[in-house]
Every structure is written in C-alpha cells, then in structure tokens.
C-alpha cells in the first residue's frame, strides 16, 4: 500500500513538474524576447521581477518533486556503514528531521500571505505586481512540500514497523551516495 501512495504521488509530481517546467521555460522566452526589444531600443520591462516570481514559485513546487526523486543532498557518513535496518532508521530520522522545518516553513510563510491580502500589498516596482497572486501559489508548493514530506515518512515509519525495512531504501534512501561509493 505504501509503495502504490508513493508511486501515485510520485506521478502527479512528474505533472506538477511539467507544469513548472513550461513556466520556466514561457518565463525564459520572456526574458529573450525583452533582450532581442532591447537591441532594438525598446524593452518590455519588469524582466527581473517575472524572473525572480517564476524562480520562487519553481523552487517551492519543486521540492516535493525533488524529495520523491530521492534527489535532495543527505550526508550519509554513517548511514552507508550500517545493515538495511539501520539505513532505514538514518532515513526516518532525516525524514522526520526534514518535515518538521518544512512543515515551518510552510506555517511560517502563511503570515507573509496574509499580511499581503489584508494589506492588498503591491510590489515596489514599475509592474506594482499583487503581491498576493504571487505568494499565493508560492505558499501553496510550501504546503504541498510538507505533506510530501509527512506522507513519504509516514510510509517509510510505516514499512519499518512491518519489517519492511529494506524496502524503504526506494522512497526515502540516498541512492547518489551508495553509487558513488561504490
């Protein structure tokens, strides 16, 4: 059961991951298209603004897909020199570590929001973008982190206690590490 909520989760974030991917790359030619205006004497304006939006709003969704992938950076001096049992112990224990801050972060950031909606905060640029419209969606991938977060450790919580430890090495462990000391 938990490896099919993992592989479930692990397919909307391959979608969530394409969504973010063509923000990135409809804000990359965005970006060119100013740069081209501006040989051309003209510019689009508030290039760094929509840049620094999309940059925020990719790394906030980003991370759940990041954490599903297995490809968040774990030092693993200790975890690689002990049985599977142990691995799985190290990974929990990280897990657990990992979704508590995220889990802050996430409530943290929530202040940040509402003080722009009751505000009806503006940027203090040109665009005078709504702030809220950005930190809306920015605040929600923070949220979306933290329950990927929460659910992959419960999973992996959930295998050890079934003594399926060696199995979590799939949803929680360090697979670029093992490769390269091997």
């Known amino acids: 059961m938990e490896l099919k909520l993992i592989e479930t989760l692990r397919r909307i974030n391959k979608g969530v991951a394409l969504v973010v991917g ?32 999309a940059m925020a709003l990719a790394t906030s969704w980003g991370m759940g897909y990041t954490l599903l992938e297995l490809g968040h950076v774990r030092i693993d001096l200790l975890r690689s020199r002990v049985q599977p049992l142990g691995r799985a112990l190290f990974d929990v224990f990280s897990m657990t570590v990992m979704s508590g801050v995220i889990v802050m972060i996430a409530i943290k950031a929530w202040p940040v929001v509402e003080r722009s909606i009751v505000n009806s905060s503006r940027a203090n640029t040109p665009l005078e973008t709504p702030l809220a419209l950005v930190q809306l969606p920015w605040f929600a991938g923070w949220v979306w982190f933290a329950c990927m977060s929460c659910i992959v450790t419960l999973a992996a919580l959930s295998m050890i206690i079934k003594g399926r430890a060696t199995e979590t090495e799939s949803i929680v462990g360090a697979f670029a590490e093992q490769d390269m000391l091997q």
Do not use: H, K, N, P
């Not at 100013?34 to 290039?47: E, K, P, W």
């Open 22 to 53: 063509l923000g990135l790359l409809a804000c990359a030619g965005f970006v060119l298209l100013d740069i081209v205006m501006r040989q051309i004497g003209t510019s689009l304006g508030g290039t760094e603004e929509i840049a620094g939006y």
